[in-house]
């Protein structure tokens, strides 16, 4: 079996692994992202480039050149409870130039940072490449066993990371169990035309006992139905109407557009699930984003959270990964679990919002937050209470509650 020899081999091609690859290749350290798929156009992808990421772009030199890629930039998310109009978050509050949201497709920024990462002589991306099977050496992960097109072959390393999804089988190989919450909704995602009168960035209505997030596009929304877990099977038994009038009670105004959803082969589950590892490394492996974390879409923070984990594996490990020794040498277990605790408590805090949102409105009175109509007294107090609320959300939301920069000595 023919074998290939690098510093650094990275599972997955997704936001943590590309970010990871491209910090580490423009400080020397020679790495291979493996990306199992041919290409990285897959739709219903977490879709949203948050402040912090923004920020971390900039930090690189790149902030320019993405933002003048086909992009939305948001710089308020409203919410509409029973009709009732809510400014939520407003990254106009954040610290400039970084104060606004980005939508744009996940395979644009990932085509993005392989494109920079690819002007670097020790970066290489192995496409239609499955890591299937950690190498070991004792009790030392030296390597993986790779699938490609052309047959089979090993890629040794001083360090393999698991940048490759919530159902990572090579974190299961390295012996580690992720910790599962239970999560008691999914949610259905679909493709709509955008209505001729779209009201505002609206990132979710609220009403009619449900709930239906709305990610807008060039010309067309990406929408997600929030269901009760396991609830598929009965919503398909009651056939496409019964799926539209879910829609339509949360959000009257898709009404003229949701008869272009006809057939169920559009309407895509997300099965919810939110999980973390207690332990992210063993001796040569190292889990990020979602194979140590799985977040829910709740307030869409996946991609930003996985880009912080890059960033803090890629501040710690940059310079001992750059050290000329023997390809055997492993990395200081140390160093692993320090990435462990600076991303733990960030992300479990968060998981625990996600939660407590999730348990929230799936409660049948749930989703009922504001009557309809709205009282005066309620509506002038709700005006009080929006600035509070935006400093608050927008700060979580846009920034997370450990945003990660890159190292100064690294950028």
């Known amino acids: 079996m023919e074998t290939l020899q690098t510093t650094c081999v990275?599972?997955?091609?997704?936001p943590a692994g590309m970010m990871l690859g491209l910090i580490l290749a423009r400080n020397g350290v020679d790495v291979v992202v493996l990306e199992k798929h041919a290409d990285f156009f897959r739709d219903f992808r977490g879709d949203t480039i948050h402040p912090s990421t923004i920020g971390v772009l900039g930090e690189l030199g790149l902030r320019e050149r993405f933002l003048g890629l086909p992009h939305t930039s948001v710089p308020r998310l409203d919410v509409v409870v029973n009709g009732n109009r809510v400014h939520a978050i407003d990254f106009g509050r954040l610290r400039p130039?970084?104060?606004?949201?980005?939508?744009?497709?996940?395979?644009?920024?990932?085509?993005?940072?392989?494109a920079e990462a690819a002007a670097y002589p020790n970066f290489r991306l192995l496409m239609s490449t499955e890591a299937n099977e950690l190498i070991w050496d004792a009790d030392a992960v030296r390597g993986v066993r790779v699938t490609e097109p052309d047959g089979s072959r090993e890629i040794r390393a001083r360090l393999v990371v698991s940048a490759d999804g919530r159902g990572s089988e090579l974190r299961g190989q390295a012996g580690l169990r992720p910790r599962r919450f239970g999560v008691p909704i999914d949610v259905l995602w679909f493709r709509l035309p955008s209505p001729k009168d779209q009201p505002a960035h609206t990132l979710a209505y609220i009403g009619g006992g449900g709930m239906v997030v709305t990610?807008?596009?060039?010309?067309?929304?990406?929408?997600?139905?929030?269901i009760a877990k396991g609830g598929f099977g009965r919503l398909q038994e009651g056939g496409l109407g019964a799926f539209r009038a879910a829609v339509e009670q949360a959000a009257p105004h898709l009404h003229a557009v949701l008869s272009t959803v006809t057939e169920w082969d559009q309407v895509k589950l997300?099965?919810?699930?939110?999980?973390?590892?207690?332990?992210?490394?063993?001796?040569?492996?190292?889990?990020?984003g979602d194979a140590a974390h799985a977040m829910s879409p709740a307030f869409g923070v996946g991609v930003n959270y996985a880009v912080q984990d890059a960033v803090a594996a890629a501040n710690v490990l940059a310079g001992p990964l750059r050290e000329d020794v023997a390809p055997s040498h492993g990395i200081d277990l140390r160093l692993l679990d320090a990435i462990q605790r600076r991303r733990v408590p960030p992300v479990a805090a968060m998981q625990r919002i996600q939660l407590a949102a999730h348990r929230f409105i799936s409660r049948p009175e749930g989703v009922r937050l504001l009557p309809?109509?709205?009282?005066?007294?309620?509506?002038?107090?709700?005006?009080?209470?929006?600035p509070a609320m935006q400093a608050v959300s927008s700060r979580l939301i846009g920034r997370g509650l450990r945003p990660e920069s890159v190292a100064a000595e690294l950028r």
């Open 270 to 288: 997300l099965s919810v699930q939110i999980d973390r590892l207690p332990r992210w490394y063993r001796h040569g492996y190292l889990a990020i």
């Open 10 to 14: 990275i599972a997955g091609g997704g």
């Open 215 to 226: 990610i807008e596009r060039d010309d067309y929304l990406q929408v997600g139905l929030v």
């Open 97 to 114: 130039p970084d104060d606004f949201l980005v939508l744009a497709p996940q395979w644009d920024f990932l085509n993005f940072l392989a």
């Open 372 to 386: 309809d109509p709205l009282p005066a007294p309620l509506r002038l107090a709700l005006v009080g209470v929006t």
